[in-house]
C-alpha cells in the first residue's frame, strides 16, 4: 500500500469518527432537551413581555421535534436549526418568509435559555452578526424556560 493510499484511508476514517462522535454529541444533546418547558421569562430590552395573568406558553420537544403548544404550531426538527460546534450553541430558525431567528442557547439542568433576534435576510447584508453573544435582553429577545416535572 502507497503512502498515499495510507495517508487517504487514515484521513477517511478520521472523517468518519469525527462524524460518529458529532453525532453522538447531537443524540445526547436531544436527550437533554426532551420533555416539556413552560417559558417564565421573556424580555427585550430590560423589559419583561409576559403577562402577569396569561399562560406561560409551553415548549415541548420530543423524537428530536420542538413544538410550541399553541394550536397550528408547526413542529421544528432540531437536528437542522441547531449547532453544537459553537460556543454558546447557537440556534437558526428560518420563518415567515425571508425572516430567521439567529440565536444562542444553553442548557443548565432543568434551565433552558434561549436569546436571538428575528432578522430580514433580504434587508440584512451580514444577518450572522445579529446573532447575540450573551444571554442579556440587550443583545436581543431573552426567554427562559424551566422544565416542567412529570
Known amino acids: 500500500m502507497t503512502a498515499c493510499v495510507r495517508c487517504s484511508l487514515a484521513a477517511g476514517l478520521a472523517f468518519l469518527a469525527a462524524g460518529a462522535g458529532r453525532e453522538d454529541t447531537a443524540k445526547k444533546e436531544l ?33 428530536g421535534q420542538a413544538r410550541f403548544d399553541a394550536a397550528g404550531a408547526e413542529a421544528i426538527p432540531l437536528a437542522k436549526v441547531l449547532d453544537l460546534s459553537k460556543k454558546p450553541k447557537t440556534v437558526t430558525v428560518p420563518y415567515e418568509g425571508k425572516v430567521t431567528f439567529y440565536g444562542i442557547y444553553e442548557v443548565d439542568g432543568d434551565e433552558l435559555r434561549v436569546c436571538g433576534d428575528g432578522v430580514d435576510t433580504a434587508q440584512e447584508k451580514e444577518p450572522e452578526a445579529r446573532r447575540p453573544r450573551k444571554f442579556d435582553s440587550r443583545e436581543g429577545l431573552l426567554l427562559v424556560f424551566k422544565r416542567e416535572k412529570r
Open 31 to 63: 436527550a437533554r432537551l426532551e420533555g416539556t418547558w413552560v417559558l417564565v421569562k421573556m424580555e427585550i430590552e430590560g423589559r419583561s413581555l409576559l403577562g402577569k395573568d396569561e399562560r406561560p406558553p409551553k415548549l415541548v420537544v420530543k423524537g
